[in-house]
Nanobody, 115 residues
Framework: QAQLVESGGGLVQAGGSLRLSCAAS????????MGWYRQAPGKQRELVAS???????NYADSVKGRFTISGDNAKNTVSLQMNSLKPEDTAVYYC?????????WGQGTQVTVSS
């Protein structure tokens, strides 16, 4: 069964770092666009960062200079290095990949930043 599996969430103090990873299983095509989204309680899901198979990246203004996305479209893996975390970064983070014309979402991983 095709699915995305995320790992790396957790609880961290403000100013700390976390690294999220996402890997696709059961999918043989290469990914085209990979990204991370997040959803905080009571808020809409928003784009955090994305990367294309050409290496182009896009970041939300709120995370520029603190987060770095990297990916390997041949392996369908994408990571998000999060530094200088702030309490407002607290959310469920979701991996999203477009592979072979289909859109896949991960199950979400909780990131909690304490002040």
């Amino acid at each position: 069964q095709a699915q995305l599996v995320e790992s790396g969430g957790g609880l961290v103090q403000a100013g700390g770092s976390l690294r999220l990873s996402c890997a696709a299983s059961g999918i043989v095509s290469n990914s085209n666009v990979m990204g991370w989204y997040r959803q905080a309680p009571g808020k809409q899901r928003e784009l955090v960062a994305s990367i294309t198979n050409g290496g182009g990246t896009n970041y939300a203004d709120s995370v520029k200079g603190r987060f770095t996305i990297s990916g390997d479209n041949a392996k369908n893996t994408v990571s998000l290095q999060m530094n200088s975390l702030k309490p407002e970064d607290t959310a469920v983070y979701y991996c999203r990949q477009t592979i072979g014309g289909y859109l896949y979402w991960g199950q979400g991983t909780q990131v909690t930043v304490s002040s």
